[in-house]
């Protein structure tokens, strides 16, 4: 059974702790143990703005605009990554990726961008620029909406997690 929340960043993460139950949890049904999120979270997305618009307009496309519910979406994946001390796509609830988008209300299609260890937002998006699936995520042209956000979690090593959602 899972737990919701008015919060995101205060969603409590779900992890397996079995084989067995990462199998199950795949399927839609678990037995897991709950793990506080990451308590720093912050929201990047107007630092990483600029720079995402000036790579999309010099190749002319469109420029991206904050979007509320991808903003959400990154801050509780980078909360969840940041609690697990891993960075991983499927983490916890929500291992499918286009469910946990539709349950934060994220404007599908849309597309994630992880990362781990950069000390700020234009390292981040560097490393992502630099990685040829990241980059075209960020230049989508069906991309209208980003959030995006950074997480550390003291018992995890401070170490910074990054999320990147672009939404339709």
Known sequence: ??????????????????????????????????I?????????????????????????????????????AARDQASRMAAAGKMQHNIGIGADFAKRMKGMEVPLPAAENIAVGQDDAARAFQAWVDSPKHLANMLGPGYRGLGVAEARNPASGNRPYWAMVLSS
Do not use: F
């Not at 506080?36 to 630092?47: F, L």
């Open 1 to 34: 059974m899972t737990q919701k929340t008015t919060n995101p960043i205060r969603r409590r993460t779900l992890l397996a702790t079995t084989v067995g139950a990462t199998a199950a949890m795949i399927s839609g049904c678990t037995s897991v143990g709950v």
């Open 36 to 72: 506080d999120t990451a308590s720093d979270t912050s929201d990047q997305t107007g630092t990483t703005l600029a720079m995402i618009n000036k790579l999309r307009a010099d190749r002319g496309l469109q420029p991206l605009s904050r979007e509320t519910a991808a903003a959400n």
